[in-house]
């Protein structure tokens, strides 16, 4: 069982960055990939990131460039630096947990352990 908590959520202003961090419970973190995915409004949960239990990373289009995933085993962290953030990036932004025997995945349903969340709004 894991369990996982973010934070970092706000309010900021096109242009700006914020940093996201989800802390995970548990003894074995580096044995699960880590994913962040977002909600808007209205739509779909979409994928933003995977950060596997070794630090590579998978971003989707609409962030590479822009956002960027780590984690750090020791600290049972991971987080999501975003920059040049945009109105679109506007959601409620989720990190998410699945065992790296499992391969990649970029979908919710490939993850096991979920995040409650935290508002990220970007005004223009």
């Known amino acids: 069982q894991v369990q996982l908590v973010e934070s970092g959520g706000g309010l900021v202003q096109a242009g700006d960055s914020l940093r996201l961090s989800c802390a995970a419970s548990?003894?074995?973190?580096?044995?699960?990939?880590m994913g962040w995915f977002r909600q808007a409004p209205g739509k779909e949960r979409e994928f933003v990131a995977t950060i596997s239990w070794s630090g590579s990373t998978y971003y989707a289009d609409s962030v590479e460039g822009r956002f960027t995933g780590s984690r750090d085993n020791a600290k049972n962290t991971v987080y999501l630096q975003m920059n040049s953030l945009e109105a679109e990036d506007t959601a409620v932004y989720y990190c998410a947990a699945k065992p790296s025997r499992r391969g990649f995945g970029d979908r919710p349903a490939d993850y096991d352990y979920w995040g409650q969340g935290t508002q990220v709004t970007v005004s223009s």
């Open positions: 548990g003894r074995t973190f580096n044995s699960y990939d």
